[in-house]
């Protein structure tokens, strides 16, 4: 099966220091599905491929307890 480039990718800042952060932004996003992401630790960049709205993506984000906003389309 192909893999196809249909859903948007959005950046998010997101203010992590170390990899319990990453942990904790992959813990979110992995319960809150249909998501791939990529986190870029040193940068506190977060990736996210998804059908779900910005508002969604950004306050699940936000449940990490840091500091998260979004930083445009990819």
Not at 10 to 21: N, R, S
């Amino acid at each position: 099966m192909p893999c196809l480039d249909t859903q948007p990718k959005h950046e998010f800042f997101v203010d992590m220091t170390c990899e319990g952060c990453s942990n904790a932004v992959t813990r979110v996003l992995n319960k809150l599905g249909g998501v791939q992401f990529e986190i870029d630790l040193p940068n506190k960049k977060v990736i996210v491929e998804s059908d779900h709205s910005v508002n969604t993506l950004l306050d699940t984000l936000k449940k990490t307890g840091k500091n998260a906003s979004y930083t445009g389309e990819k």
